[in-house]
């Protein structure tokens, strides 16, 4: 580990473009975690088809 | 640079979900498997002719079926995961070389990980503890046949409140933590005293679920949650250790660019 050096830091204004990419991140989080076809309109067919995910990975399901 | 990080967090992040898929697949299947039996048996005992109308899907006429359900659940953790990576890589940005050297000045030295490898482990412990085991004490995973689908809504934003509580604690843990630049014993002691105090406030105030329904099985239920916990550690261990591989041998390779010139570290 010594052979590397202390990170330097990335300015903020290098940065602030690429949080656009947050809320399309969170999207898919939430249609792969929460969405009962609300948002996706597709009906039940996606919260079915990642229904066991859901539960292992500890989200409320149904 | 940021567009390197984001990258290696949505590649790290998708490999680490479809390992999570591997070991859900192997742990957590046979255990929801059982509960959707207990589930059909129920609804067979309780209407014998309208069984197959089970509202809950799980019935073999179910939109999905259990053979693509389980083909789903590596395409729901490997999509989780590339979410989460990306997440992960664009905080790591914004972290990196702005913790680690902010204690320097007290005789305690740096306050947090001081390489990016550190910095990637230190953020997966943190987030498995806030994001995840926080909500998970208070509302824990529970398989299918348990919960009742008329509260699904206040369930998911209880659920979503106890991440929000998490992470708003591990901002308030973080901030005493540099307030106190002395002993590093006490600067640790004082970031977990500040991180259970709002986390066990919200433990205590918001209301209870539990909907584990009359004489369902005490071992499944246990079984089960044991197999979620150890999904979410097993994707938080993998984006961790993959994400911060990843950084430090990039980090190596921008230090020593002739191999001839690199240390035998």
């Given at each position: 580990?010594?052979?590397?050096?202390?990170?330097?830091?990335?300015?903020?204004?290098r940065l602030r473009p690429w949080l656009a990419a947050v809320p399309?991140?969170?999207?898919?989080?939430?249609?792969?975690?929460m969405d009962n076809g609300a948002v996706s309109q597709t009906g039940?067919?996606?919260?079915?088809l990642m229904h066991d995910g859901r539960h292992l990975l500890g989200v409320p399901c149904h | 640079m940021v567009r390197t990080l984001l990258v290696r967090g949505l590649l790290v992040g998708l490999l680490a979900g479809l390992v999570t898929g591997g070991f859900a697949f192997a742990f957590g299947e046979p255990r929801v498997d059982d509960a959707i039996a207990l589930e059909e048996a129920a609804a067979q005992a309780a209407a014998p002719e309208h069984a197959e109308e089970a509202e809950?899907?799980?019935?073999?006429?179910?939109?999905?079926?259990?053979?693509?359900?389980?083909?789903?659940?590596f395409l729901a953790t490997g999509l989780y995961g590339l979410a989460v990576g990306g997440i992960f890589a664009l905080v790591f940005a914004g972290l990196r070389g702005r913790v680690g050297r902010v204690g320097r000045a007290g005789r305690g030295g740096p306050v947090g990980p001081t390489s990016d490898?550190?910095?990637?482990?230190?953020?997966?412990?943190t987030a498995f503890a806030a994001i995840i085991l926080v909500p998970f004490v208070k509302y824990p995973a529970n398989p299918p046949a348990v919960g009742d689908p008329a509260t699904i809504n206040s369930r998911t934003?209880?659920?979503?409140?106890?991440?929000?509580?998490?992470?708003?604690?591990?901002?308030?843990?973080?901030?005493?933590?540099?307030?106190i630049t002395g002993d590093p014993w006490a600067r640790r002691v004082a970031a977990v005293v500040a991180f259970?105090?709002?986390?066990?406030?919200?433990?205590?105030?918001?209301?209870?679920?539990?909907?584990v329904p009359?004489?369902?099985?005490?071992t499944l239920l246990w079984e089960f949650r044991l197999a979620s916990i150890g999904t979410q550690l097993v994707f938080w261990t993998a984006l961790g250790v993959l994400f911060g591989w990843a950084s430090d041998r990039a980090a190596r390779r921008t230090i020593a660019p002739a191999p001839a010139a690199a240390a035998p570290s």
């Amino acid at each position: 580990m010594s052979g590397l050096s202390t990170p330097s830091s990335i300015p903020f204004p290098r940065l602030r473009p690429w949080l656009a990419a947050v809320p399309v991140l969170l999207l898919v989080a939430y249609l792969v975690l929460m969405d009962n076809g609300a948002v996706s309109q597709t009906g039940a067919f996606l919260h079915e088809l990642m229904h066991d995910g859901r539960h292992l990975l500890g989200v409320p399901c149904h | 640079m940021v567009r390197t990080l984001l990258v290696r967090g949505l590649l790290v992040g998708l490999l680490a979900g479809l390992v999570t898929g591997g070991f859900a697949f192997a742990f957590g299947e046979p255990r929801v498997d059982d509960a959707i039996a207990l589930e059909e048996a129920a609804a067979q005992a309780a209407a014998p002719e309208h069984a197959e109308e089970a509202e809950h899907g799980h019935s073999e006429e179910a939109v999905v079926g259990r053979p693509a359900q389980k083909a789903g659940l590596f395409l729901a953790t490997g999509l989780y995961g590339l979410a989460v990576g990306g997440i992960f890589a664009l905080v790591f940005a914004g972290l990196r070389g702005r913790v680690g050297r902010v204690g320097r000045a007290g005789r305690g030295g740096p306050v947090g990980p001081t390489s990016d490898g550190r910095l990637a482990l230190v953020m997966a412990g943190t987030a498995f503890a806030a994001i995840i085991l926080v909500p998970f004490v208070k509302y824990p995973a529970n398989p299918p046949a348990v919960g009742d689908p008329a509260t699904i809504n206040s369930r998911t934003l209880l659920y979503v409140a106890m991440i929000l509580v998490g992470l708003a604690a591990t901002v308030i843990a973080v901030a005493t933590a540099r307030r106190i630049t002395g002993d590093p014993w006490a600067r640790r002691v004082a970031a977990v005293v500040a991180f259970l105090v709002p986390v066990v406030a919200a433990w205590w105030l918001l209301p209870t679920v539990d909907e584990v329904p009359e004489g369902f099985p005490a071992t499944l239920l246990w079984e089960f949650r044991l197999a979620s916990i150890g999904t979410q550690l097993v994707f938080w261990t993998a984006l961790g250790v993959l994400f911060g591989w990843a950084s430090d041998r990039a980090a190596r390779r921008t230090i020593a660019p002739a191999p001839a010139a690199a240390a035998p570290s």
